[in-house]
């Protein structure tokens, strides 16, 4: 404001001064044109030129007006229509969201009809038609919107959602590999393709999308690792079916890398090395898988593999198992196992009575059962622990995280709700039970093998 001021002082200075200047040097100014003579003081002739100067600026402003006003008429009615346009286009958003069908459609055809860019009114009348349930027009927008610069994407998932909802996985797997080109980085996307694959059983190309997933940070490192070892695994299977051993086993061992717990990798790759009459390795990787994660079916393979038919020699390989995770519960399962085959009743009642009170299960009431009626014939007695063991937690199983299914066999995928690497082996919760209670003098056996452990421990503490 204040330089305002002092702009227009200094040229009322300037005007005064030059004012002053004409005053004090007066003198005229003469024109001659065709014999007429014009004489008038200089300041007159002065102003006299400042007033010409003006008409014709006014005047050329009035002609580039007239010169102009066709065009801009003619964008004043485009803004205009653009406006309308585009209030038709949010009100047809807003209509779609509130499912109103009547109003979409009209807000659709009305912004349409205005806006000269169809491919802004495409997606809306598409959205219009499904909620008029009218998939076939709304494909062909979103057909359309695929071969429209721009709106590639938005058209392909459009696609891609009618081929799922109706059904045809091939479809939709085909369109999510097209707009997959364009927006790898799209985590619902990458998940999209990557269960169709699963699906498919393009477990190869399923592990490159995965591979990628992790590298832009869509999936975590901790949980694609162990993924991929799933895929691995069932890459492998493939490869065993083909009759490409070699390969299985070398997909295996990468597996076990990806996830040194992931036991069905450590029973196949076992499994395959005692084909290739690798024996020794194979007993090796199960001794080492053991260390990290005991599981029944390691211990079959592994007495499989060494082939000793002698029950007593049986015992000591199983011994020589769980030594490797003496104090897991698997291990004393396997002892108490092989003592019951090799009529070692001592020993398997050692691992049972310690079994009793740290992991009570239907596998160990079973077991129980199986001694008293072996070493004393004591069919009543089997009876109740068979009964015990009926109402007590259930077996350790593969389990699906989402569902809840529970399966003998572990698989990537879960047969239920297609779930991919959902499994997990624990003792499924629909049969966690309170264990049954035991009878007089079950209890006091119990209790004399609770007092011997304490004793056992403080000994060792010493």
Not at 170 to 186: D, F, V
Not at 307 to 332: F, I, M, Y
Not at 405 to 422: A, L
Request: proline letters at 3%.
């Amino acid at each position: 404001m204040f330089g305002r001021i002092v702009k227009y002082l200094l040229l009322l200075l300037v005007v005064v001064a030059i004012g002053v200047w004409f005053a004090e040097h007066p003198g005229k100014l003469a024109i001659e044109w065709q014999g007429l003579i014009v004489e008038m003081p200089i300041g007159l002739a002065l102003l006299t030129a400042l007033i010409v100067i003006a008409i014709c600026a006014l005047a050329y402003r009035i002609w580039v007006f007239v010169r102009k006003s066709p065009q801009t008429f003619v964008h004043f009615r485009h803004e205009r229509r653009n406006h309308k346009g585009y209030e038709a286009l949010t009100k047809g958003m807003v209509a779609v969201a509130a499912g109103e069908t009547a109003e979409a459609r009209k807000h659709a055809k009305k912004a349409h009809d205005l806006l000269d860019d169809p491919s802004l009114t495409m997606l809306l009348s598409a959205q219009a038609a499904q909620l008029d349930g009218d998939e076939e027009a709304a494909g062909e927008f979103f057909d359309e919107m695929s071969k429209t610069k721009g709106l590639e994407f938005l058209g392909l998932r459009g696609l891609m959602n009618q081929a799922t909802a109706r059904g045809d996985k091939e479809e939709a797997l085909k369109l999510a590999k097209m707009a997959y080109k364009l927006k790898p980085k799209t985590e619902w996307l990458a998940q999209s393709l990557f269960e169709l694959q699963i699906q498919r059983g393009d477990w190869a190309e399923a592990e490159s999308i995965l591979s990628t997933s992790i590298k832009h940070k869509l999936v975590e490192s901790k949980d694609g690792a162990r993924q991929k070892a799933a895929l691995m695994v069932e890459r492998a299977s493939q490869a065993e079916r083909e009759g490409q051993n070699d390969q299985a086993i070398k997909l295996l061992g990468q597996a076990l890398k990806q996830d040194k717990e992931l036991v069905p990798a450590a029973l196949a790759q076992a499994r395959l090395l005692g084909k290739a009459n690798k024996r020794r390795k194979a007993v090796s990787l199960i001794e080492e898988t053991w260390r990290k994660t005991p599981h029944p079916a390691l211990y079959d393979l592994y007495q499989e593999m060494q082939g000793e038919p002698d029950a007593l020699k049986r015992v000591n390989l199983a011994e020589r198992l769980a030594s490797q995770n003496r104090k897991h519960v698997e291990s004393r399962i396997i002892i108490a196992r092989a003592a019951l085959e090799g009529q070692l009743w001592g020993e398997a009642r050692d691992e049972l009575k310690v079994l009793l009170v740290e992991a009570p299960s239907a596998r160990v009431f079973a077991m129980m059962a199986e001694l008293v009626e072996t070493e004393n014939g004591d069919l009543t007695g089997a009876r109740e622990w068979l009964r015990k063991a009926t109402e007590a937690a259930a077996n350790p199983a593969w389990v699906c995280q989402e569902c809840g299914h529970v399966s003998v066999d572990w698989s990537s995928v879960c047969s239920k709700c297609e779930g991919f690497d959902t499994q997990i082996w624990q003792t499924p919760q629909q049969a966690e039970t309170t264990p049954p209670a035991l009878d007089q003098g079950q209890v006091v056996e119990v209790e004399a093998v609770e007092a011997e452990l304490v004793i056992n421990k403080s000994t060792a503490a010493q």
